[in-house]
């Protein structure tokens, strides 16, 4: 069982950059593809961002492409989420999750744990 605790949310200007960070614990990430989602009010969830097991490898929606960063450090059992030039449509609820494969198109049922989310909310 492996427990993924986002945090690093919060409120930003237009403009702004924020940094998230997702904490796993009850077992190593290194096995795990992770990703990050999000979920804007009214709107389904939406992949934002993936990284496989290694690091050596990255995929971004086109909505973030050069805005935003993941990476991961396995000693730390972390995963991030760095995020430059936001944009109110950036915000919602931002959840980590973590996957065997790592894949363009993750659908929930290839999710084997996901974390509670932490809230972006972006001000114009």
């Known amino acids: 069982q492996v427990q993924l605790v986002e945090s690093g949310g919060g409120l930003v200007q237009a403009g702004g950059s924020l940094g998230l960070s997702c904490a796993a614990s009850g077992r190593t990430l290194s096995n795990y593809a992770m990703y990050w989602f999000r979920q804007a009010p009214g709107k389904e969830r939406e992949l934002v961002t993936g990284i496989n097991w290694s690091g050596d490898f990255t995929n971004y929606a086109d909505s973030v492409k050069g805005r935003f960063t993941i990476s991961r450090d396995n000693a730390k059992n972390t995963v991030y989420l760095h995020m430059n030039s936001l944009k109110p449509e950036d915000t919602g609820v931002y959840l980590c999750?973590?996957?065997?494969?790592?894949?363009?198109?993750?659908?929930?049922?290839?999710?084997?744990?996901w974390g509670q989310g932490t809230q972006v909310t972006v001000s114009s």
């Open positions: 999750a973590a996957a065997k494969y790592f894949r363009a198109i993750v659908p929930d049922t290839a999710v084997e744990y």
